[in-house]
């Protein structure tokens, strides 16, 4: 079973604490999926992992902008990235042409590759200024 691990920790109280939500979201979604409940219930989930990622980018834009963050664009790049990624995989998934096992596995390796990668980053400035 998946849950959260202090491996997904980045040091950062107010970015863990939303990534903690985060990665429940993508859990729901993926226990919604494995106990075979209806599509309207994965809709919704989807969509809630949807307006959460939104929130959550502009909390981190937000931080990095506060600290002065040298990287803040190219990050904020790849935020708006994933949300275009996410919009792309929402009609597909509605349609079944993509499985809510293919929409998990996306977000979930984004999310662990996201964190450890730049929001690692990102802290790591915040604590050496």
């Given at each position: 079973m998946l849950k959260?691990?202090?491996k997904y920790?980045?040091?950062n109280e107010?970015?863990?604490s939303q990534h903690r939500l985060f990665l429940s979201l993508i859990i729901d979604f993926h226990?919604?999926?494995t106990k075979g409940e209806s599509k309207e219930k994965l809709i919704r989930v989807f969509k809630e992992i949807n307006k959460?990622?939104?929130f959550h980018f502009l909390s981190e834009e937000n931080i990095m902008i506060e600290y002065n963050y040298p990287d803040?664009?190219?990050h904020a790049e790849m935020h708006k990235k994933l949300l275009e990624e996410i919009h792309e995989k929402y009609n597909p998934f509605i349609s079944g042409d993509i499985s809510a096992h293919d929409v998990f596995e996306f977000l979930f390796e984004w999310f662990v590759s996201h964190t450890a990668r730049e929001d690692k980053k990102l802290v790591g400035y915040i604590k050496n200024m």
């Open positions: 959260w691990e202090s920790e980045i040091g107010k970015i863990d226990e919604t999926e959460y990622a939104e803040d664009r190219r």
